[in-house]
């Protein structure tokens, strides 16, 4: 997926501040897809609608970000059962709260542009058949092997948390 334009940008400010442009979150996910000092949380829901959240490693490729997990775990199993999640991160000067979905990728070319982002952030990923391997991966993560995750938003929500300030909701068609 390439980089999207909104279809629809929503002023949520109550203080008179202008709608925050798309391309300043997209800009600090772009330019720095592998930094290890940003995390990110996964949130998803439970067969029995409770909520779930995870802190994940996630990377920026084309547009979408992408996460790893063991398929044993809480947040793999969620997803099986219900693609619908969140990501929230804290960028620098703004938090993002992304709505969508995820989906599991086994094609080779993406699993390895995927495994070399996450080398050049310090964790040595390899694909092995469909999934990655690595010497070590964070606690949460199960045991290897760590499927593959493309998460495709929908709706993003911005607050600045630095000037120029603001609150915004971006939607997209995707």
């Known amino acids: 997926m390439t ?12 203080y008179g501040f202008p709608a ?3 391309s300043r979150p ?17 949130g998803t829901v439970r067969p029995d609608g409770r909520p779930h959240t995870a802190g994940v490693g996630a990377v920026w490729l084309d ?4 996460v790893t997990s063991g ?4 947040k793999a199993r969620n997803l099986s ?3 619908a999640c969140t990501i ?3 960028l620098e000067g703004i938090d993002l709260v992304l709505e969508g979905e995820v989906s599991r990728v086994t094609d080779q070319p993406t699993l390895e542009q995927v495994a070399q982002l996450y080398r050049e952030g310090g964790w040595p990923a390899e694909v092995q058949g469909d999934a990655f391997t690595a ?11 760590w499927h593959l995750y493309r998460f495709t938003f929908h709706t993003a929500f911005g607050v600045a948390t630095a000037e120029p300030n603001g609150a915004t909701r971006w939607r997209f068609d995707r």
Do not use: H
Not at 27 to 42: E, H
Not at 71 to 74: E, G, L
Not at 135 to 145: I, N, T, V
């Open 63 to 66: 547009g979408d970000l992408y």
């Open 88 to 90: 929230s991160v804290r």
């Open 135 to 145: 010497p070590f991966s964070a606690p949460s993560a199960g045991p290897p092997p």
């Open 71 to 74: 398929p044993a775990t809480r």
């Open 3 to 14: 980089d999207q334009t909104p279809v629809e940008v929503t002023n949520l400010d109550r």
């Open 26 to 42: 997209r800009d600090l996910l772009a330019a720095s897809p592998t930094r290890s000092d940003i995390t990110f949380f996964l």
């Open 81 to 83: 059962a219900n693609s």
């Open 20 to 22: 925050l442009p798309w």
